[in-house]
């Protein structure tokens, strides 16, 4: 088999895979969304080629990649392509993942046996980096977060005794004032009771007073009496025996 049988074949071969056209002006439009989706992803590989793009441009770069994402979906719900869509579609796939993905038969993902997963991939994205030198990076970001962390507990512990510390002062602080606060009650009640005893002295002081004042008085009137009406002098005493006086 010669080029040109090797080319014939090629083309049934993606013309058995395509659909027709349904409408006139169809091709027209996949043609036209082929060019505008070939020139977004010209304009965004070169930023993310740019080591000194924006964060605004970083954020419009991962929004185009999910709109990519979104349109590879669209055709993978469709069981045939036009040309221009399969075109468009390598296109996306060829932006995203390096290379078109291998299908069997019409629009069918056939599973890569030999595409890096897990691990492999991780590192084949990264461009290049060598396993070791992303375990050594793994290592000291565990051993950077471990020693953050440690910080942390130990700034934790720090602030516990602290606040330990002050809850025992003001624990002390609450029980002298309240000592304090026990004796001034008891002074007071002290300081009660007396006033009470002084009141009760000073009424029976008033009282005895107010009945010597009053015997004293019946005394003088019946002296009084007796030298008006009486000739003879009173055997009277100057001592007052009257009972409650003393």
Do not use: C
């Not at 043609?31 to 989706?37: D, G, H, K, N």
């Not at 290379?99 to 461009?127: H, I």
């Not at 100057?238 to 409650?244: H, V, W, Y």
Request: glycine share 6%.
């Amino acid at each position: 088999m010669n080029v040109l049988d090797r080319a014939r074949t090629l083309m049934e071969r993606v013309r058995s895979n395509t659909r027709a056209y349904r409408f006139e002006g169809e091709q027209a439009n996949h043609a036209r969304q082929l060019a505008e989706t070939k020139a977004s992803i010209a304009g965004f590989e070169k930023v993310e080629q740019n080591p000194e793009a924006t964060p605004e441009e970083r954020y419009w770069l991962n929004q185009h990649r999910a709109g990519m994402e979104d349109r590879l979906a669209v055709f993978e719900a469709k069981p045939r392509l036009t040309v221009e869509e399969m075109n468009e579609r390598d296109a996306i796939e060829t932006h995203l993942y390096g290379a078109p993905l291998p299908r069997q038969g019409r629009n069918v993902l056939v599973a890569r046996t030999d595409a890096p997963t897990g691990p492999k991939r991780f590192l084949s994205a990264l461009g290049g980096i060598q396993l070791w030198q992303a375990l050594a990076v793994g290592w000291a970001v565990t051993f950077g977060l471990l020693g953050v962390q440690t910080a942390r507990v130990a700034s934790l512990k720090g602030h516990e005794r602290e606040m330990r510390q002050d809850l025992r002062e003001a624990a002390n602080t609450i029980d002298h004032y309240q000592q304090r606060e026990a004796q001034y009650d008891a002074a007071l009640e002290s300081a009660r009771e007396q006033a009470t005893e002084t009141a009760d002295a000073l009424e029976r002081e008033r009282t005895r007073a107010a009945r010597a004042a009053a015997a004293e008085r019946r005394r003088q009137r019946e002296i009084q009496d007796v030298l008006a009406h009486s000739p003879e002098p009173p055997a009277w005493s100057l001592r007052n025996d009257e009972p409650g006086t003393d």
